[in-house]
C-alpha cells in the first residue's frame, strides 16, 4: 500500500525547496542530511511529504516519550490510512539489576510494565514484517535488545480454515509462542481452551480469534473485536499468529542454545573458582541452573533477555538486534531515519551503550550474571551508524557531528508559511529583574498573551514561582521532578488560561507548541554553561517564535560569547525572513492552533462508578490505549476486572 497524506493545507515558505531537495538527495544515495528548521517552520510536514514522495517507510526517532507520542500524533493525523506506530520504552518505572561492591549491595530488577505500550511495540514489529506502509515515531529506546527478527516471524505460525492439526498440539504451539493460558481475567496474550474451541486474546489487543476444531481440524475461525462477552463473526482468510514475546527461539534450537548456555557457565565457574571466588560462584551456579530449568520448561525465563546471545546465536561481543534491524531486514530496498532534535537525541544514543555496559560488568564480576549478559545490550554508536541506510538530522541547532556527516547537504527551513519573524531580543540589566520582570508579564496579561521563565536551578523556579504567585500572578513551575505525564496538563492549562505564565529550566526547549507564548524571559542569561550555550539559547528563544509579538528579555549584566552567538543567528534568520515577507508582500499571520485533549492528560472518558456494563468499559479503555492515554485504560482494566470478579 502506498503512503497517502492528508492535509488541509499545501506547502509554503521554504517547505516546497526544503522538500525537494531532501527528495532529489535521496534519489541520488546521500545517506546524510539536516533539516535546519527554525520553530513553526513545519518540520513534521515537511518529513511526511517525503516519506509519501519516496515511498519509504520511515523510523523517527526522539530524546524522549512525550516528543515522540506528539510526533507519533501529528503522523497519525497526517496518515489516517497507513501503519503508523509508536514505539517506546514499556517500562513505567524501571530499576535495572546491580550491584554496588562498596557496600555489598544486591539491587534486583525492578519494573512495571505498561501493558498498552507493550501491545503497540508488537503491533509495530508486526506491521514491519506483514506491511511496506510503516511509520514509527520511537524513543532512543529503539536502539535496544528486542531480540532476533528471523526467530521472531520463524517462531510465528499461520493456520487456517480446513487445517489438519489436534487441538492438543494447537494448544501447545500457543505455549511455545509464549500464550498463557487463562480462563478467567482472559487478556492480551492470554488463551482459553473450552469443549472444542480455543480463544486468543492476541497480544497487540486488537482482536480476539476463535478456533473451533472437529476431531484433528480446524473446523472454523471467527474473530471479535471484544474480549468481554465476544460477538465473533467467521472469517475465511488465514490467521497469521506473531509471538507474545520479543525474545523468542525456535524449539529445535532451543535445546542447542541452553546446552551452549550451560557450556559457558561451567568455564565460568572454573574462573571464579581459581580467582578465589567460591561465593560468586555459587551465587552464579544457583541463579542460571534455575533459569535454565524454567526455559527447558516453558521456553522462557524472567529476564531471558541476559541469555540473548545463545538464543540467537551470535558471537561474543556481536551486535544486539534492535528495531532498526527489523527495518532492514524487511526493507531491503531502503528506508529513512529522521532523527528528531538530533542536537538532544545522538548524545542520547551515543551514551546510551556506555553506561549499560559499566553497570553488567559489575554484575558480572560478582556472580550475578554470566559474562554473556553484557551482550544483552543497546547498540553502539557505530553500530548505529552502521545501520543508518538514509538518515535525515531534524534540529533548529543541529551539532558539529549532523553538519560534518551532511557535508553540503544541510538544508535550511527559515521561512515559516505563516510569515511570522523571530522574536525581538533585548538585554536587561539583572538588577530589580524581577520587579522588572512583573511589569513585562502585566503586559501580556492584559493582552490574554503567555510568558515563559527560565532559571537555571530546580529550587529558583519554585521561589520565583511563589514569588509571582504572592504577587497574584497566575503561574506554576515546571521541571524535571514533575512527572511525566503531569506535563502535558500543565502546558495545556496554561493554552487554557489557568495559568499566565510558567517557569522552568530545561522542559521548555525543545518540541512545545504554545503559540500564546509572546514573551520568553532569560534569567541568569550570562551565566555560561550547558543551559545557557549557544544551542540552549536558541531553543529556548524560539519557543517566542509561534507568536507575532514574540520578544526575548535576557536578564544579564555582560554579554557572554554564547549570548553573542545566539543572538547573531537570530538576527541572521530574521532578516532573512523580513526580506521574503517584503518581496513576496506577506503580513505575518498569528498561529490559531486547536487545544487537544493531549493523549496523556487525565480525561473523564467515563465515571467508573456508573458504568457496570463489561462491553462498554472495554470499548473505553480501546479507546483511552488508541489515545496513548495509559493510566485511564489502567483504570477501565481494573474496573473491568473488578465487575467480572
Not at 526455559?295 to 525465563?301: D, K
Not at 558480572?364 to 538530522?393: C, T
Not at 519554585?462 to 511525566?484: M, P
Not at 522542559?507 to 544551542?535: M, Q, Y
Request: charged share 30%; net charge neutral; with cysteine.
Amino acid at each position: 500500500m502506498d503512503f497517502k497524506l492528508v492535509s488541509n493545507f499545501k506547502p509554503a515558505g521554504d517547505q516546497p525547496e526544503a522538500i525537494e531537495k531532501l527528495i532529489k538527495n535521496i534519489q541520488k544515495g546521500e545517506k546524510h542530511q539536516v533539516l535546519l528548521g527554525v520553530t513553526g517552520s513545519g518540520k513534521t510536514y515537511v518529513m511526511s511529504n517525503v516519506v509519501e514522495r519516496t515511498g519509504l517507510p520511515a523510523l523517527v526517532i526522539s530524546h524522549n516519550k512525550t516528543l515522540a507520542a506528539q510526533l507519533y500524533q501529528e503522523f497519525k493525523g497526517f496518515f489516517p490510512g497507513n501503519a503508523v506506530h509508536y514505539f517506546v520504552s514499556y517500562y513505567d518505572y524501571y530499576q535495572p539489576e546491580a550491584y554496588i561492591p562498596q557496600t555489598d549491595t544486591y539491587i534486583e530488577k525492578d519494573a512495571s510494565i505498561n501493558e498498552e505500550i507493550d501491545r503497540m511495540r508488537h503491533s509495530a514489529v508486526q506491521d514491519l514484517i506483514m506491511r511496506k506502509d510503516v511509520i514509527i515515531a520511537a524513543s532512543v529506546s529503539c536502539i535496544y535488545n528486542i531480540g532476533s527478527p528471523k526467530n521472531y516471524e520463524f517462531v510465528s505460525s499461520e493456520f487456517k480454515k480446513g487445517q489438519k492439526i489436534s487441538r492438543r498440539d494447537f494448544l501447545r504451539k500457543l505455549t511455545l509462542l509464549q500464550y498463557q493460558r487463562n480462563d478467567s481475567e482472559f487478556g492480551p496474550g492470554d488463551f482459553r481452551a473450552r469443549g472444542g474451541s480455543v480463544e486468543i486474546n492476541l497480544i497487540t489487543g486488537e482482536n480476539v480469534l476463535k478456533f473451533d476444531f472437529l476431531e484433528d481440524t480446524i473446523e472454523k475461525i471467527s474473530r471479535s473485536e471484544s474480549s468481554v462477552d465476544p460477538k465473533y463473526i467467521e472469517i475465511t482468510e488465514a490467521v497469521h499468529l506473531f509471538p507474545a514475546a520479543f525474545w523468542t527461539t525456535p524449539e529445535k534450537k532451543m535445546k542447542e542454545a541452553v546446552k551452549n548456555i550451560r557450556e559457558e557457565l561451567y568455564e565460568r565457574l572454573q574462573e571464579l573458582k581459581k580467582q578465589g571466588k567460591t561465593i560468586e560462584a555459587q551465587r552464579l551456579e544457583r541463579r542460571t541452573e534455575y533459569d535454565l530449568e524454567m526455559i527447558e520448561e516453558s521456553g522462557y525465563c524472567n529476564g531471558i533477555e541476559n541469555y540473548s546471545r545463545h538464543m540467537e546465536f551470535r558471537k561474543p561481543g556481536e551486535a544486539p538486534f534492535s528495531l532498526i534491524d527489523y527495518y532492514k531486514e524487511y526493507y531491503p530496498e531502503g528506508f529513512i531515519i529522521f532523527i528528531d532534535e538530533s542536537h538532544q537525541t545522538i548524545p542520547q544514543i551515543r551514551a546510551m551503550a556506555v553506561q549499560d555496559r559499566i553497570r553488567k560488568e559489575t554484575l558480572v564480576s560478582h556472580g550475578f550474571r554470566l559474562p554473556s549478559a553484557i551482550d544483552n545490550r543497546p547498540l553502539k554508536f557505530s553500530e548505529f551508524e552502521k545501520r543508518i541506510d538514509k538518515a535525515v538530522y531534524v534540529s533548529a541547532t543541529p551539532s558539529l557531528y549532523e553538519k560534518n556527516k551532511a557535508k553540503d547537504n544541510i538544508i535550511e527551513q527559515i521561512i515559516r508559511p505563516t510569515g511570522l519573524l523571530e522574536p525581538e531580543i533585548e538585554i536587561r540589566k539583572t538588577e530589580n529583574q524581577l520587579r522588572n520582570l512583573i511589569e513585562e508579564i502585566q503586559k501580556r496579561v492584559e493582552k490574554n498573551q503567555k510568558t515563559l521563565v527560565l532559571t537555571l536551578t530546580k529550587r529558583l523556579s519554585e521561589a520565583v514561582s511563589e514569588y509571582l504567585s504572592e504577587r497574584g500572578i497566575k503561574n506554576n513551575w515546571l521541571h524535571s521532578e514533575v512527572k511525566t505525564l503531569d506535563r502535558p496538563k500543565i502546558l495545556r492549562d496554561l493554552r487554557l488560561g489557568k495559568y499566565d505564565v510558567l517557569v522552568g529550566i530545561n522542559l521548555l526547549r525543545e518540541g512545545l507548541d504554545l503559540p500564546e507564548v509572546s514573551l520568553v524571559a532569560i534569567l541568569d542569561a550570562d551565566k555560561e554553561g550547558f543551559l545557557r550555550n549557544e544551542t540552549t539559547l536558541i531553543q529556548i528563544m524560539g519557543r517566542a517564535a509561534r507568536h507575532p509579538e514574540g520578544k526575548i528579555i535576557l536578564y544579564a549584566d555582560k554579554t557572554t560569547g554564547s549570548m553573542a552567538s545566539a543572538i547573531k543567528e537570530i538576527k541572521r534568520r530574521r532578516k532573512i525572513q523580513e526580506d521574503y515577507n517584503k518581496e513576496h508582500h506577506i503580513t505575518p499571520k498569528a498561529i490559531t492552533k486547536e487545544i487537544r485533549e493531549w493523549m496523556f492528560s487525565e480525561k473523564e472518558i467515563l465515571p467508573l462508578d456508573l458504568a457496570q456494563d463489561k462491553k462498554i468499559l472495554e470499548k473505553e479503555m480501546k479507546k483511552a490505549a488508541k489515545n496513548l492515554d495509559f493510566e485511564r485504560a489502567a483504570e477501565i482494566r481494573d474496573a473491568i476486572k473488578r465487575i467480572s470478579s
